[in-house]
């Protein structure tokens, strides 16, 4: 992507045959805005996507929208470039439908829009852990071991969204909409650890949202935009019988420079990896997608960060930075998706890290 609006990677997948239109479940994108409240190349991104596709299948933005689910997150930091992955499913009669090999499959689900005074909450917990099961559902997989990856886009709060719930005499989470974007990611994230039996829901209640830090899921991540008031949750995993030539493996970083996990994750979708890659090998990865933060501690390994002090770059600008960095320089390819913000998203300080590779 040379700019927010710039479809034509996409386009041209399509016009080559490689990529039917009505087979896209999901596009998932890394834009080159700040990732803050006003990273308007989001809206942007899904804007472009939706009349693309709304001219090429006939229909109105809508039923594009609804069929597909588009999750753009914003920040591109370091070395890491703008692009964006395409989804898509279609019905196979193949004879390996038969076999008890698991391959990648990917399900699609979205939220009811959500109230201002929800977000954050235990109610958007609630909802997020229902589309989350459903996406799973819909991906045809069973245990839930078999997902390694569940990238959900949720809304933030803006300063029109505050006032709404206020003349309805509804208070939010939080004023703070920049806050507001911590909140909505790690009651996404928690939604997640729910559906798939990481944390039990008694466990979970307000005051643990974006405070008690125990509480996390293994893989999801979750990102914060203006452009929606719904959740739109794609669940990535393996499931038996699934025609594909491709599978997912994840692994678990520790903290923002845990080359060891990113390791584990390439051997986790089969990909030999010793103390570099071969050529082979690196073509072999489709993609990578992590979740980058910066210990809220203060600290990496017992070294002092400044992160969190930044007062002219955000942390979550500077975390996809890091770890983008550590990351391509393990796979020796700079079309990462690295998300910034990991709230309930792995332990503190670190995240989830997952790996999409050609069998």
Known sequence: MSGPSDVSGVKALIDKGLVAAEDIVAILGKTEGNGCVNDFTRGYSTFAFQVMLSEILGVSRDEVAARVAFVMSGGTEGVISPHATVFARRES???RLTSREKRLSIGVSHSRVLKPEEIGTVAMVKEVA???????????????????FVQIKCPLLTSERMEEA????????????????????????LGVAVALGEVKPSAIGD???C??????????ST??????????????????GADSDMVIGHGVMKDAIDGGAVRAALRA???DVGDAIGRAEADRIVNVFA????????YVRGMRHTMMNDSDINNTRAARGVVGGVIASIVGNTMLYVSGGAEHQGPSGGGPVAVIARV
């Open 207 to 209: 005051a643990k949202i």
């Open 291 to 298: 979740k980058a933060e910066a210990d809220p501690s203060g």
């Open 130 to 148: 229902r589309a989350t099961k459903a996406a799973k559902d819909d991906a045809g997989i069973g245990a839930v071991s078999d997902v390694h």
């Open 211 to 220: 405070h008690d830090w125990n509480l996390y899921s293994r893989v999801a």
């Open 269 to 271: 979708a089969g990909i």
């Open 223 to 240: 990102s914060a935009g203006i452009e929606l008031m719904n959740c739109e949750i794609i669940v990535m995993g393996n499931a038996a």
């Open 166 to 189: 206020r003349r309805r005499g509804r208070d939010v989470v939080t004023h703070d909409t920049y806050e507001s974007m911590g909140y909505s990611r790690g009651a996404s994230a």
């Open 93 to 95: 009669n193949r004879s």
